[in-house]
């Protein structure tokens, strides 16, 4: 396959500085993209979480399928055990959102501390996320680009600030990203026409056509309205479908250029809002 794949080396490195981090904070939060959220989601996170809490931050609700966000939101809660919040990081309600289900996840420690005549302090919370899934963007929302150091803190690294949210809220400089391993090479796919994987690390038309056979059986309408296609176009194979669109896009035989718009179109929600991962829990590695 076209796509590379993860990278062993900046896994490791994420992997020991998350484990390293992860006594220092109450709760983390993973971030997933909405359209890819099992895809996109590290199955070592698992092992490494042990009884951390732990909150699924949905990004890019506003690209995703409503619906399928609604199921995937259930399906993390009811089937994995961990809860799950769906956000758009444009959005102000995004804060408030994140604050009250942390709160609520943490009722129980915090009640305990206040039992115990514990002074009152802000939840610490660290984010963690693939490339390109929206950690900076929430991380400035949340801190509302006012970036606060918040003092000296042992066993921080020089470099690695708590950043305040608000009074009950601060959040450790996300400590490194961390590669899904996939043994699907859909995965690949997925992650390529997403984003998470630079451009220039695959071959376009080879996600061009991952894309339209997605769209094909999901949402052919969209993809029909989009370029304007017929109903008989829409029986050609997922090859001659790109040739059409090329053709239809006016780049006449440069399918290369047309799979790269094609996958910009996808990107900027022009064939619409969509969700890659369609089977709930069909991957054994996140089971
Ligand atoms: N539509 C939409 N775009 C978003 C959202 N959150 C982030 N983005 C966009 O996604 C892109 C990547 O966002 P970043 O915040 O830089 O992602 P990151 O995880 O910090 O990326 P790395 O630094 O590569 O690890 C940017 O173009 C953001 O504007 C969201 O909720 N909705």
Redo the contacts with the bound molecule.
Sequence with gaps: MAVIQWFPGHMAKAIRQVEEKLPLVDIVFE?VDARIPLSSRNPELKRLMKDKPHLIVM?????ADPEMTKKWIAYFKNEVGVRAIA????ANITVKNITKITESILADKLAHEEEKGLKERPIRAMTI??????????LNRLVNRKVAQVGDTPGVTKGQQWLRSSKKLELLD?PG?LWPKFEDPETGQKLALT?AIKDQRFASDDVALFAIKYFKQYHPHNLQERYHLSDDDMTLSDIDLLLTITKKVGMQEDYERASERLIQDTRKEKIGRYTLDTNFGSDSQHA
């Design positions: 971030l990004t890019k609700m506003d690209l956000i758009d990081s444009k996320g693939i490339p390109n899934v929206g950690k900076s963007t929430l996300t990203i984003g």
